[in-house]
């Protein structure tokens, strides 16, 4: 295992903080974390597409159509 998890993007920020422990803040923008991913890029992701945040790596799974469904979230690796 790599320490990897794939996540549904539905899933609210709060229960991604509370359950998980990650440092993800809810904004008046977005509550979920495909809200998060959509604000941070800006515009609508292809699959594959990655953004980073507080150390960690996100990187867009599986998508439908316009919706985020699924994020691989994993600690972004120093180089």
């Not at 941070?40 to 990187?59: A, D, F, M, Q, S």
């Amino acid at each position: 295992p790599d320490g990897s998890m794939v996540i549904q993007g539905s899933i609210l920020l709060k229960d991604l903080k509370s359950d998980y422990g990650l440092p993800f803040e809810e904004s008046p923008d977005y509550l979920t974390l495909a809200g998060f991913v959509l604000a941070k890029l800006k515009r609508i992701p292809r699959g594959g597409e990655r953004v980073e945040h507080n150390g960690y790596r996100l990187t867009i799974v599986d998508m439908e159509g316009r919706r985020i469904l699924k994020v691989k979230l994993e600690e972004a690796k120093r180089d």
